[in-house]
């Protein structure tokens, strides 16, 4: 795969956290199985789980190529999150979530600085 070979190590960091983030959400997109529900029902509802994994492999693609962009990009999801769960969630669910979107952002930010 010609696209992933660069010689800044820092790119290559957050482009392979992205990578093992969407692997992450593809693993938790599995839970749709332990209920009682047709096959059909069972296939809608993994697919509707995958589109976050698709949404996620899709920006890291597109922030190898655009490092700059793609620091704004993911510190906005994070950001994000954190406001909309800031309420609901234990502050472990955003080290957990919005922590490798926020450590991804540093990573492409200092990657789009090295390159210059």
């Given at each position: 795969?010609?696209?992933?070979?660069?010689?800044?190590?820092?790119?290559?960091?957050?482009?392979?956290?992205?990578?093992?983030?969407?692997?992450?959400?593809?693993?938790?997109?599995?839970?749709?199985?332990?209920?009682?529900?047709?096959?059909?029902?069972a296939?809608?509802?993994?697919?509707?789980?995958?589109?976050?994994?698709?949404?996620?492999?899709?920006?890291?693609?597109?922030?190898?190529?655009?490092?700059?962009?793609?620091?704004?990009?993911?510190?906005?999801?994070?950001?994000?999150?954190?406001?909309?769960?800031?309420?609901?969630?234990?502050w472990?669910?955003?080290?957990?979530?919005?922590?490798?979107?926020?450590?991804?952002?540093?990573?492409?930010?200092?990657?789009?600085?090295?390159?210059?």
């Amino acid at each position: 795969m010609q696209m992933f070979r660069s010689s800044n190590k820092w790119l290559l960091a957050a482009t392979g956290i992205g990578i093992f983030y969407a692997l992450a959400l593809f693993v938790f997109a599995g839970d749709v199985f332990k209920n009682d529900q047709t096959v059909t029902q069972a296939i809608l509802n993994l697919l509707l789980h995958l589109i976050p994994t698709a949404i996620v492999l899709f920006l890291t693609v597109f922030a190898h190529r655009f490092p700059l962009a793609g620091a704004i990009i993911f510190a906005v999801i994070a950001i994000i999150y954190i406001i909309t769960g800031w309420a609901n969630l234990h502050w472990s669910a955003h080290v957990l979530v919005a922590g490798p979107l926020l450590l991804m952002s540093i990573l492409y930010v200092i990657a789009y600085k090295s390159d210059k």
